[in-house]
């Protein structure tokens, strides 16, 4: 870490602020400038220096600490310079395969969600979505068939061999829909629930880790380490789109979230499309574009009928619109050295 | 609920969703223009239109639809035109007077609290804040003394008679948290935990709820109306600035929250300087501005050695700061008609 | 338009509006619900709704007014359903061919500059880009060498073939730029300069439109109409970022608005990942992307020695950077059906 | 400032760097740490170490380059510790009197201007707002009525003794706005125009400097440092809202810039309650909290029949309205130490 001194520190400050830190058992580095005094702090293990900052930053002669390591550490590219692979029911995410979730935002109905399965299913896709807990902004809207969803999703599992993704909003549900999931999805509003995240760091089932709607890319790295520093490296990032000013689309996808997390971190990167954008006419535009820069996958919204849809539907695919994308995306694979 | 029809829809589209829209039971008043085709959807109860907006939007001939009622309903204007009052052991929140919530980012020590406590007493404040569980960005960061440090906040209201805010970040520890504050404070980051808010709902302890950092005012006050579909109609609105491009600040402080939310609701506003400004030196500015504004009561961090403060020292007032403060917000509470 | 009146707006004041609107000679549509009046607003041409709107919504029984069509005509699809070809010394933007733009972001010295365009042109570029007039946030920082440089890239055009895209920043320069350039660059930062928007609209000169750090998508292509309704088509939007609170970044790329204004608009889209990223390292993932979404073509900078570069090293490719990225974009180009 | 070198830096690099910087004459101050080298560069003058920042982080072992010192000077407090004053007319700006600019958004008509002039002082206005050219999103809109606005100003002038501020867009404008206007206002979305911003640098009447909806603080009072450095001290800042998520007002009004530009720089701070809610109904509660946050002014919209207004029709107050408002500014700014 490095302290930057106020231009009206006087040299007593100075000198308490070197004798504070190594009291603290730190190595203090002093470099006396013309305009400013810049203090140098070595030897102190992260979690520290991100405390010690914020409490120097209180003095009024320190005008700024700047953080010179990253605040992760597991997820992390120094930790493991190899991108991490993870298998589920023998579907492999981080591997050359680029890997498809898809299936309806919420399991309406037995036939609905069967329906839907058997058409991802046919397009291709390797793993099935489906929400059976959800979280609405309004209390009055649908939250979820919750156990009863959780059966049929096993069950269009049985059928078709698609591995469930499914979201758990509350530590009290995680044991059961631990029972029947094969991916935990995390959601963005809980992207910063750290109990929820540590409790699915406690289980050893994958997790899909949703990006908040105003987290930046290092916070949310950070979230991600809450879930690895219990024990679970079994990560996948998502981008779903940030909060914006923009009104036309939902939410604005960020693409350089991709590269960015590539070099940052070893985990999988999942893009998710239809949140990223909420209207369906722009879902193929930005698969397209996540495959070509560097996702590990999508996770993609498709409903039979998607004016009838309890929720989304604005933003899912019919199956037919969901198997014309799929042919170009093969192609958009292919053309950056990835199957489908 | 009005829908617009893109100006490519058939005649036949228009008869196909007038008759859905008449299938559901709704009211259908048809105006057809030169330009476009706009329906209104007449005698839905408001929880039903919002699905029904998602599920139109995704017929590819609408255009757009238009919601013309508000989402929440007990916490709006129109339910209750007198403001909210609500009494914590003698303290009443949303009155004349403009109430002050002081104390510790988080609870330390005894020494520090209870030195903390006496601070802000004497200087005038209502109410003791100070956390005892802490969300923090890193897993690595201190996390709150939990039990321990909510014991400490009882000692000194049993001292100093000042009520207790304190925030509750997990259901499961909702019960004990209860049993010692007097006031749940809900964090901005589990602002949509919808789990979360249920639980506080079913509660009667009076909840501070903050409004994450990217959540609208509209969205805001439907986790408002979590709280109190649940049965607790005793919730304060805290104001504690949202996520924007600048950076010279933590966070922007949405000064028009307060009056927009003054004219929506019927439910008390609290403003955050702290975490509103993030940087000690702009808090006195921001709560002479808040209590301007309409305010009902500021909630501000104090620590008798912010230098020393494990959590957010920068934002952070120092007794004397904070009594200096308190003297000027008097005049200015007194120029808009309350008293402190 | 539709006008959505208050919950508390009386008969008289419905009356006295609808009295308002026939005076101005709009045709009225009534319709009056159980809980709110909404009134369809017939027959006026777009530019007097817009005015219209702000003025009813001042009245204090108006709760909205909901426009219900878009606020642009010339460069709306709905004009002309087919895509805007613009051809440039025989190369055409908007056709089959995805188009790159590259070079230096500033003309520092004929050397510089000739190693630059040779460098683009052996990797296939097919435009070369360059500033001559130069925004910069600080007043001290280097400007442009003005119409120095726009010789100096005259004669890159002599050797090359490239044609030529360079910065106008001001009304009085845009004589002298037209005179070299062949395409117009309106930058970010005067993307709602209105009196520069019409002057290049009064030109014949191709004009390549930035869209500005907080410019939404609808507002862009009304800064895309100033230049249309003087006279002038041949426009290209160019997707550079936008701002938001993500500092990993310089901006957010919106890769949303590629296929956003395809829908909306006839006019070619281009995409700048070296503005929109910031870092040299996310470029290519970048460009990748925006073809794979539908771009028109790509502008980027290159600099034969990034670490001397004037302005922008941080973000500028190697000509062995750029080379591999175009061997890269060819694939992906392919793959969406488009040559390079 | 200070780089800091990537941990996969080599001897070889770190020698490269720091030749580099000692052959451009700068004094190099190494710290060689454990995880990481960081290098101090010594007697620099601002503007260049903005360029070798730029240049540096092109390297691939530069992590990150952090500058130390401000990126503006004469703006700045440490170049002028008291606050400047400003007087128009007789009327000074940044002293004791807390000023209020107030009239019409646009000069619609003699009739209209006159009435809102006597209206506005008769409520105790001291500067007379009104726009004769006036930018517009759309190409169709209204644009002022120029020249013929300027007189009319001038006339109310006249009258009432009133001094004016109004808008210029258009360096080719600045000698016949010059000529009527006491302030020239320069426009949020001309405030990063930088031919523009020079050109009134070369003026001596005074500037109203509107932020950017998407200028960081520490921009603006670069923007405000092309004024003073072409020679013009006389600048105002102003405050209008910057661009959010948030869409429930115009714009988000960043009641934090006001105390943070006192403690950055010696310059008037006005506050525009108008553009900063785009609401009428919140303009009284923000004007109230930002005298009481320290502005030194407001500028606010005020026209006779805000139902007839050709602009802004919805933020404008009714003299009625601004003459309540003022009663109520006066006790705050009592309460903060100001007349009005």
Sequence with gaps: MI???????????????????????????????????????IGAMDE?????????????????????????????????????????????????????????????????LMESARAVKAAGAHILRGGAYKPSTSPYSFHGHGLEALKMLAAARDETGLPIVTEVMDARDLETVSEYADILQIGARNSQNYSLLREVGNSRVPVLLKRGMAVKIEEWLQAAEYIASAGNYNIMLCERGIRTFETYTRNTFDINAIPALKELSHLPVIADPSHGTGKASLVAAVTRASIAAGADGIIVEVHPHPEKAIKDGAQSLTPAAFSAMMDDVRKVAAAVGRSI
Tied chains: 1, 2, 3, 4.
């Design 48 to 112: 520290q220096k991100a405390e010690v900052a914020e409490q120097f930053e209180a003095l009024p002669f320190v005008e700024r600490c700047v953080s010179i390591s990253k605040p992760y550490k597991l997820v992390g590219k120094s930790f493991r310079t190899e991108g991490t692979k993870i298998t589920v029911r023998g579907v492999t995410i981080g591997g050359d395969q680029a890997v498809v979730m898809a299936g309806p935002c919420t399991v309406e109905t037995e036939e609905q």
């Design 3 to 41: 302290i930057i001194l106020s231009s009206n520190a006087t040299d007593r400050n100075r000198e308490d602020i070197v004798e504070n830190l190594k009291a603290r058992g730190f190595g203090v580095h002093l470099s006396v400038g013309v305009e400013k005094t810049v203090i140098g702090v």
